[in-house]
């Protein structure tokens, strides 16, 4: 069990390295809290600011873009399996059990007490028994997971390129041949973000671009295995 804590160490300390200037903004800690609605429901959504969470504190705008999509293309989560990755708020996770999808909302162990505290503000009592909060770390402890959820949701988690083969190897696992993967991100090209998603992930999943958000800059990706033939 050491190892799984070990790395995850590692990728936090990754995220400190590759953001310094993002954490230095958070170097007090401080809470907040936003709320939005979406898909008909409204959302009080906790935010700790602080250099322990940094990138993981807020809410970013390509959460909230998926969201919307969610609406927009009344995509449908009753009775399925679904996996949020790097939630950090878990906004998106919460919105798909709002939705009605039996939902494990993930992210490194740092981040969880905040995920934890979103889902008991936001999720009824009949949400809460099939929405559970866990740590994941990228390529180390993924096959403890299931595979073959029917929906991988992931919103601004391409942006460390050390994390990328790992990110592929933990879709490749939790994803199966039913499975539809929705990545949302801001294309920031100082983080190889249009590398992940025009050249790495091509090479081992079917992906096409589903919507873009010119103001934001905020593409989502909709992404299935090769041997995908339907949904």
């Known amino acids: 069990m050491a190892a799984p804590r070990s790395a995850g160490e590692a990728v936090e300390a990754g995220l400190e390295s590759v953001f310094p200037q993002e954490l230095a903004l958070f170097a007090e800690a401080f809470p907040a809290e936003a709320r939005y609605r979406l898909c008909g429901h409204e959302l009080s959504i906790a935010q700790h600011h602080g250099g322990r969470l940094g990138v993981a504190a807020p809410v970013w705008e390509a959460a909230l873009t998926l969201c919307e999509y969610f609406e927009a293309e009344k995509l449908n989560f009753w009775g399925k399996k679904v996996i949020e990755l790097g939630a950090g708020t878990g906004v998106v996770g919460i919105m798909a059990s709002l939705l009605g999808g039996d939902v494990t909302i993930t992210d490194l162990p740092v981040a969880l007490k905040q995920i934890e505290e979103n889902v008991h503000r936001n999720l009824p009592v009949k949400c809460l028994g099939r929405t559970r909060v866990c740590a994941l770390s990228w390529g180390v402890d993924h096959t403890m997971f299931p595979q073959n959820y029917d929906f991988i949701l992931g919103a601004d988690i391409v942006y460390l390129k050390d994390m990328f083969p790992l990110l592929i ?29 025009e050249t790495l992930l091509p090479m081992h999943f079917t992906s096409e671009l589903a919507f873009r958000d010119e103001t934001e800059n905020i593409n989502i990706y909709k992404v299935t295995s090769k041997s995908h033939t339907g949904q």
């Open 169 to 197: 190897r933990t879709l490749q696992h939790l994803s199966g041949a039913q499975s539809t993967i929705y990545l949302s991100s801001k294309m920031r090209q100082e983080h190889s973000t249009a590398l992940f998603f």
